[in-house]
Structure formats: C-alpha cells, structure tokens
C-alpha cells in the first residue's frame, strides 16, 4: 500500500519494522531508547518492490541473470553484470506517485529545519545486514549531504541499485544465496554538520576484553576513519567506571569533508593535524551513551558517533548507527599478558600495544 512507502522513524513498529531494513531498525530502536538519533524517514521496501514492478525494472534484471550462470567467473564478468544491472535501476523513472510521497516526507524534513533543500544523509538498509548468515554490512551504497529533490530522487534509486554490485553479486555466489528476491529500505536522515566523527566499540575487537570502551575518531565525517583515509585519535574509557584512562592522539593528515554538496578529501590544516579531534569530556559522553546501548542490546556493539560542530556540548553528539561486534578473536597467552597490562593503563603502554 502507498501508505508504507514512507515512513516518519517514530512511526516505525513492531508491524512493519521487517520493511525498514536493518540499519533503519537499530535507528529507530536507538531513538526509542532515548539515544540522540538524527530526525529523518524511511523509504520501505515496499516503495521498492513497487519501483520494479511499476517500472518493470524487475523483469529486466532477471532476464540478465538468467544469463550468468554459478559457475566460476573472472572478476570484470561480475563487474560488466554489476554494471547493466545498475543503469536497469537508475535510468527508470521514479513512478509519480511514489515520487510524490518521497517528496512530500523531505519536504517536511525542511520545514521542519527551516530550509527548502535541508542537507540530508541517504542510506541503504538492507533486511539482510549483520545476521550472522548473510554479513552484508558496508556492502551498500550510502551519500552524504544530498540536497535538493531531483538529487534525492537519484541517491534513493543508487542505493537500491547497490543490491547489484559486483562485490554483492560475488558474495551471494560465494555463500549460496539468491541474488534476487531480496528487500531493500533506505534512509533519508537530516545531516549532521561533522566537525569530528567515528566509531566507538563497547570491546576491544582484538582481544574480547569487555571491560574496555574504545573510541576511534577524526576531524570530518567518519569516512576517514572507516575507510582508512587517516590514522585515528584513540579514547579508552573503562566501562565500570566510566573514566578515561589513557588516549593516543595521532597525526591526521586528511579527512573526508562535507562540500557544497557531497563529500571531498582534503588536507587537515597542520595547527589542527596533532590535536584530539574530541575533548575529553566529549569522549567520556560518547562512552557513556555506548554503555547504555550496549547494555540494551545485551551484547558488544559498534557504534557510529558524529560531532555537530553548530551545536554545543552535550547536544553536539549523535549516534547515526549500531550493530553488534561480531569479529571478536580468541585470546591468544600474549593477549592476556595485554590484558593485564590494560589493567594498569597509568603509563599508556599497554594500549598502544594493543592497538598499533
């Protein structure tokens, strides 16, 4: 129905969370639980699943898997299908009534902020991400500092033309999955002026220590820090006590900046390259918004956190993503000779071992 092609964040439920996607469910549960989350929409999958039937863009992509076959092939095959699937999904026109809802929830969004085209963050949320089965997190298309109707319209159909890339397709191959049949949401989310970004980790991944918050983070978007643009400044906080106990501030080279529309890559200024990218009171809220989430989750998390920089402390810090740590390694006798180094964090030693 046309009525669940959008979807305000607060109305999400239990009912028809399972047409959100999984990213846009951990936003909403995050909001729920009175995280600070960014105000935005949802574009279902049932707005999906109506663009390709409405435009027969379904039709079309399943005649040309029809045509590639399981067995193995060489990368630029993949890359070449991964190609002609992209311009079937993105040369189709919006069907105007699904056009017309779109616009009507952005258009709110910049009422709301007082702007005609208020910057926003379009975001894939695949129904399949971060089960244990089926690892598609970071495979998905996601824009930053969308503006304006048409540019919308044309990111929303990019992220559900990123359900083809090559690296999906050879995934699914790989782990006897389909490559069709499955649902993909896509967030629309008022974007974040990024003075600082990255993640936080409720564990320390290389060892399993639970009793450690570590907090990765650069000037800019957290881009940089995923993508390994920069080596990050790193925050630990012990967990129990909410204190932080050592830092190491790196120096940052590049970060990855909002432009006037997008994102560009570009040198940090040298007065700011040795500097912390977050104050310490900064980190210690950002540790103490992870713990809480964490403990609502029952489990270790990996959390995406964004810096406002227009906005003073603490009102500043936004959560835009979670999801469990589901790569913890086994502790080797030199891990747990760290560990309890880490114990006695006094002299910074131990972290940086752990770490570098």
């Not at 040369?91 to 929830?105: D, G, N, S, V």
């Not at 990255?198 to 639970?210: A, I, N, R």
Request: with cysteine.
């Amino acid at each position: 129905m046309a009525t669940e092609w959008v979807l305000e964040f607060d109305a999400i439920n239990q009912e028809n969370i399972s047409h959100v996607g999984t990213k846009c469910a951990n936003l909403r549960e995050l909001s729920r639980i009175g995280m600070p989350v960014p105000p935005g929409f949802v574009v279902t999958t049932g707005a999906y699943d109506y663009f390709l039937t409405e435009t027969e863009a379904s039709q079309e992509v399943n005649e040309r898997l029809t045509k590639f076959t399981q067995r193995a092939r060489k990368i630029a095959e993949y890359e070449e299908l991964s190609r002609t699937l992209y311009q079937v999904i993105t040369t189709k026109e919006t069907p105007e009534q699904l056009r017309k809802h779109i616009l009507r929830a952005y258009k709110t969004l910049c009422e709301e902020w007082g702007a005609t085209d208020v910057s926003v963050a379009v975001r894939s949320s695949g129904v399949a991400e971060d089960l244990p089965t089926a690892a598609f997190a970071g495979q998905y298309d996601s824009h930053l500092n969308v503006r304006g109707e048409k540019e919308l319209l044309r990111r929303v159909k990019e992220c559900w033309a990123s359900l083809f890339t090559a690296r999906v397709i050879s995934y699914q191959i790989r782990n006897n999955l389909p490559i069709t049949g499955r649902a993909m949401g896509v967030i629309v989310q008022k974007l974040v002026n990024a003075r600082s970004a990255g993640v936080v980790f409720t564990v320390l991944p290389s060892t399993g220590d639970t009793s450690w918050i570590m907090i990765e983070g650069n000037w800019g978007t957290g881009e940089s820090v995923v993508q390994g643009v920069a080596i990050p400044d790193k925050w630990f906080v012990n967990k129990e006590t909410l204190k932080l106990e050592d830092k190491s501030v790196a120096q940052k080279l590049k970060q990855i900046s909002l432009g006037e529309t997008g994102t560009k890559e570009e040198e940090i200024p040298p007065d700011k390259q040795s500097i912390p990218c977050l104050s310490d009171e900064e980190a210690v809220k950002i540790a103490e918004l992870a713990k809480r989430v964490e403990s609502h989750y029952g489990s270790p998390q990996d959390i995406e956190w964004v810096v406002d920089q227009d906005l003073p402390f603490p009102k500043n810090i936004f959560l835009v993503q979670t999801r469990p740590v589901t790569t913890l390694q086994k502790k080797s006798p030199t891990d747990q000779i760290v560990d309890l180094m880490l114990k006695r964090p006094s002299s910074g030693t131990g972290f940086e071992r752990e770490q570098m």
